[in-house]
């Protein structure tokens, strides 16, 4: 063919072309290794002709580019427009993993004492009488002692009945000071109900140091309710009596429902019980070896699934234990 | 125990709101569960709408037989008529009287003025029930004779009142008391605490009072005394109503006067018929064995050698401080009375209310301990009541005891507990404290204890406690000074979060199952001695069985995805007293052997190890599909233990955790290119492809990174019995970019080695 008509029909393919796909195949038609320019440019001989045939390659191949661009520019702009997804629709559905309720109420308690430079101890659950009693001064015939109340594996072995056990085991392994919390299970032969199932988990604390004070105890305590339940709360401190502890004292916050007022969260008082706490009672010290005129401590044990009924509204304690996947995933 | 504030006033002079006295109370005494308002609405001027009236005329109503119609001065100067239906009472009688407009605590109007079957009725003669006094309604109040028509009601009886309902701790029996409750009171809001001091009634025509105690130990003290002619009938309104809003039933004059001493003084007392009791003795000793006696509530009660028994030396008369005997009840008939005023000790009261499963308003404060001198001060109420209520002389009187007990005297440094409390408290306000909870302070802080809390206060500490209760609410919040901390966990704790997150990032939930199970295959498994049920009886040392129970809820509750975990300890049998407490994390997944091994290998990588198993079997595995590794078992879930098919896995953490690397070493897998080929080889089906990967690895070397397998196939060319394994083969050095070559040679090498060990044909 001659070079203008070809020139002319290549510009015309080209400018016919409406897609990509199109142009292709006008660049293979024109262009291509079979082509009818690219057969004249191997048996080109002179100079001149080469060069004016180059020159026409060129000149075709920024013409077919330029309508590719163009196309596919097109095309971008047609697909934007085209392509829309409902965004309402629901995403791919990956298996998602829940930590349990309790545990990620465990969790936040051990970061918040860790954080204040406390150590976490794990403790033992089967315990001897004489550290889960005998040694944090029970009296002979506190009801706790019972059968009717705890289990008991034998004369001298029980469940633990509360998480201080470990208090002991670790002020025998170590001088003062003690920064320590434990958490985990314990025991009780309570029938179930809505509010009590006979394992249920506690958070025990244990601060003994030269120059810890009831202020100190209060001072802790008041930071631990605000961080689990809110700046905005107020704790309270009201006289107690517990075993272990001496001076006793009974942790309340502002009721975080109604904050004040009364409602059936707080039985209408605008407060909620927390748990027990106190000074550590001497005797404590005595069966394990410290100088109770040199060091003092405060300690507390709080339930952990109390913190749950309270902040999470949880309104059968059972149910934490039947472990219902659509309870589970709620949090 | 319920406290009628007007009763609590009658004990303590304070100014201060009921408010603020329940506010103190429970910050620094006793808990109060509650200020329960009772009596008539305390609207605008309404108490002052119920006055004393005296009855002047009783006529028949005219229309109505059941009726009557009273002219009643209430004071006004001129009678007012009332029509009453009730006829427990005669012309002269005080009465007391509602006016129109009134609000009276059963009715939502006010009353008013009207007719009653043609009869004008300007008022309404009162019951005990409609004034929120009692519960009878038989007839109306007829009130002694002494005040002036007109006197407001309020003086003389509770008819608008407050109740605190108070739970002492078991420390302080003395608050189960109007008389330690007002002690506080006065202590704490800076009132004039004044107990009730009646005079002691005189014997008359004076008689011996035959009591013996044999046992001292159970019963310290027995205060016994004899009324004759007493005449038995209801207590007055005054008495019944405190009782009532004490919560308390009136029954009699000589039962109500022991009850209401009792809420007085906290000591119980009990009133026996005199005549049922042979000889009119007391014998105090243990029951025999098999011995019983039917109490005042007509159980049969079948006795133990460990019960105190109150006898006339023939015969069981009293469970001794729980409940009276029904035989020697004071009665209608009752002329003579022996009033029991005594002391038990708590120990042997609780266990035997508990053996019994009786608690009584006595064993209830006996358990934990009553002061054995308040037994005098109860007696000397009650008997002084008694005389003047029930018309009785008081002709014999004794005391045994075996001594009362010394008051402790604590030395005690005001400095050591204002440095314990954490708070600047001076001395003068610490000896002002302990003096108005009835502590004696010497001048140079020797306490002695007063003997209502003997018991509880022995030692320094103790009295630094009753120096802190009225400034709880007072203390700065501080923290302490942790010189030395050291708030990290410790690498067990560490590694169980990355456990427990991993799994949770692999989509698994978390599961909290019971300790206590009902069975366990560990025919060693501990049992416990005293469970509450058969389903917990013994400590589990296994986790599975209760997370594949849980997964099944999961499925009842139409999960369609079900994925759990558990971390939690087992116990093992160790020969010692305690068993070994080992941590243990346990998986369950829906889906086969390849989802569960997905798991596992994702739980070892966060942990820096890889998963090493051999073919095992497992009592709720599959045995085709188990498999063992260091740390435990893995593998299909046995099919009839859960419907469908599902992977299950059960793991030691300390095994688990000891293989985990200290740190993990940068190794340079970027700088020179791994050279990668595949190879598939045929083998006999039952090759493990685990062991052709070892195989490959010992063949080849440090040069090979990495080989895995990913691909099976069977059939086709492959033949029968056998099998086509593709493997991902790496070949990388972290010095330099291997040659072609190199990793071809070495290749070649695992071809050679698994054509020899497996008689492997190299198929690709």
């Known amino acids: 063919m001659e070079p203008q008509a070809l020139e002319n029909a290549a510009l015309a393919a080209a400018g016919a072309a409406t897609s990509v796909e199109e142009i292709e195949n006008v660049r293979v038609e024109f262009l291509g290794r079979k082509s009818e320019l690219k057969l004249a440019l191997r048996e080109v001989r002179d100079r001149e002709t080469g060069m004016a045939l180059n020159a026409l390659r060129e000149r075709l191949e920024d013409a077919i580019d330029a309508r590719e661009a163009e196309l596919e520019r097109a095309e971008l702009d047609r697909r934007l427009t085209d392509e829309r997804v409902d965004v309402t629709m629901p995403g791919t559905p990956i298996r998602r993993g829940h930590l349990h309720l309790i545990t990620q109420i465990r969790r936040e308690v051990e970061d918040i004492f860790l954080g204040l430079g406390y150590t976490v101890i794990d403790g033992r659950e089967v315990e001897t009488t004489r550290y889960n009693f005998d040694a944090l001064n029970f009296p002979p015939g506190h009801p706790t002692r019972s059968p009717l109340q705890t289990l008991f594996l034998d004369d001298e072995t029980v469940l633990r009945t509360e998480t201080s056990p470990s208090q002991i085991r670790t002020m025998e392994s170590q001088e003062p000071p003690v920064y320590i919390v434990t958490l985990g299970r314990v025991y009780r032969r309570d029938t179930p109900d809505a509010t009590h199932t006979p394992t249920f988990h506690q958070v025990e604390c244990l601060a003994v140091d030269e120059g810890i004070t009831l202020g100190d105890l209060e001072g802790t305590l008041d930071y631990l309710l605000k961080a689990l339940f809110g700046e905005e709360r107020r704790s309270k401190f009201v006289t107690h009596h517990f075993p272990f502890t001496e001076p006793s004292v009974e942790a309340l916050v502002s009721c975080h429902i109604c904050d004040g007022p009364g409602c059936p969260v707080c039985r209408h008082s605008g407060w909620i019980e927390v748990g027990g706490s106190g000074m550590v009672d001497p005797n404590l010290f005595e069966f394990v070896g410290y100088d109770p005129e040199r060091y003092t401590g405060f300690a507390f044990g709080w339930g952990l699934e109390r913190i749950a009924v309270l902040r999470h509204g949880i309104p059968d304690l059972r149910e934490l234990w039947r472990n219902d996947p659509r309870l589970l995933g709620q949090f | ?764």
């Open chain 2, 1 to 764: 125990m319920r406290a009628p504030l007007s009763w609590l006033r009658e004990y303590v002079t304070v100014d201060a709101t009921v408010a603020e006295i329940a506010d103190r109370l429970f910050t620094s005494s006793v808990q109060v569960d509650a200020v329960i308002d009772v009596g008539v609405p305390d609207v605008d001027g309404n108490v002052g709408r119920f006055l004393v009236g005296r009855v002047l005329e009783i006529e028949a109503h005219p229309n109505a037989d059941r009726l009557r119609v009273c002219q009643v001065d209430v004071g006004e100067g001129h009678a007012r008529q009332i029509v009453c239906g009730a006829w427990n009472f005669e012309e002269g009688a005080t009465v007391a009287v509602a006016l129109p407009g009134a609000f009276l605590p059963i009715f939502d109007q006010p009353l008013d003025e009207r007719e009653l079957r043609g009869q004008a009725s300007r008022g309404m003669i009162l019951a005990e029930d409609e004034v929120g006094l009692g519960e009878d309604h038989a007839g109306i109040m007829v009130l002694p004779e002494g005040p002036e028509p007109g006197t407001p009601l309020v003086d003389l009886l509770p008819i608008r009142d407050q109740v605190l309902d108070v739970t002492p701790t078991v420390n302080r029996v003395d608050l189960l008391s109007m008389v330690g409750l007002a002690r506080d009171v006065a202590a704490l809001l800076g009132g004039d605490f004044h107990p009730p001091d009646p005079a002691d009634p005189e014997v008359v025509d004076g008689e011996a009072v035959d009591i013996t105690v044999e046992n001292f130990e159970g019963c310290p003290r027995y205060i016994g005394r004899v009324f004759r002619d007493v005449s038995i009938g209801p207590s007055p309104q005054w008495l019944r109503s405190r009782l009532f809003l004490a919560e308390m039933r009136a029954i009699s004059n000589v039962v109500d006067v022991t009850n209401y001493a009792m809420h007085v003084w906290g000591s119980p007392l009990h009133a026996f018929d005199r005549a049922k009791l042979a000889g009119g003795r007391i014998v105090v000793r243990r029951a025999r064995s098999g011995e019983e006696l039917r109490t005042l509530d007509g159980t049969l009660r079948r006795l133990d050698p460990d019960d105190l028994l109150i006898t006339d030396g023939e015969k069981a008369v009293a469970l001794a401080a729980i409940m009276g005997g029904e035989d020697s009840e004071v009665t209608e008939e009752t002329t003579d009375v022996l009033l029991e005023a005594a002391n038990f000790e708590p120990l042997g009261i609780l266990r035997t209310s508990e053996r019994l499963a009786l608690r009584t308003a006595g064993s209830n404060r006996w358990e934990k301990g009553v002061d054995p001198c308040v037994a005098e001060n109860a007696a000397v109420l009650a008997s002084r009541v008694l005389v003047d209520l029930a018309g009785a002389r008081m002709t014999g009187h004794v005391d045994v005891n075996d001594g009362l007990p010394e008051r402790p005297v604590v030395p005690f440094r005001p400095e050591r507990a204002a440095k314990v409390i954490g708070v600047d408290i001076s001395p003068d306000e610490q000896r002002t404290t302990l003096s108005g909870f009835g502590f004696d302070v010497s001048d140079d802080w020797h306490v002695t204890v007063p003997t209502w809390r003997a018991r509880d206060v022995t030692r320094e500490v103790d009295l630094i406690e009753e120096v802190a209760r009225p400034v709880l609410d007072r203390l700065p919040y501080t923290m302490p000074l942790r010189r030395h901390v050291q708030g990290r966990l410790d690498k067990e704790q560490r590694l169980r979060r990355v456990v427990e997150d991993t799994l949770v990032g692999a989509g698994l939930s978390e599961a909290y199952t019971w300790s206590l199970v009902a069975d366990d295959p560990d025919p060693r498994a501990i049992r416990l001695r005293n469970p509450m049920s058969s389903e917990q009886a013994i400590l589990r040392t296994t986790i599975l069985p209760g997370l594949i129970e849980a997964a099944r809820i999961g499925v009842d509750a139409g999960a369609e995805q079900v994925a759990l975990f558990e971390i939690a300890r087992v116990y093992l049998p160790s020969g010692d007293r305690l068993p070994d407490e080992h941590w243990r994390v346990a998986a369950i997944v829906m889906g086969g052997y390849g989802e569960i091994k997905g798991v596992a290998e994702t739980l070892y990588s966060a942990l820096g190890l890889e998963l090493r198993v051999e073919r095992g079997s497992h009592r709720v595995l599959h045995p085709g599909k188990a498999a063992t590794a260091e740390a435990g078992c893995l593998g299909e879930l046995y099919p009839s233990l859960l419907e469908g098919v599902w992977g299950v896995f059960e793991l030691d953490l300390e095994t688990l955790f000891a293989g985990v690397p200290e740190r993990i070493v940068y190794e340079d897998v970027i700088t020179y290119p791994a050279v990668l080929q595949d190879i598939a080889v045929a083998v006999d089906e039952d090759v493990e492809v685990g062991a052709l990967v070892d195989a490959a690895q010992e063949a080849a070397g440090t040069l090979l990174r990495e080989a895995r397998v990913f691909d099976v196939y069977r059939g086709g060319q492959v033949g029968a019995g056998r099998k086509s394994v593709a493997i991902h083969l790496a070949f990388q050095s972290p010095e330099r970019t291997l040659t072609e070559e190199e990793a071809t040679t070495a290749r070649e090498r695992i071809v050679a080695a698994l054509a020899e060990r497996f008689s492997a044909e190299l198929r690709a």
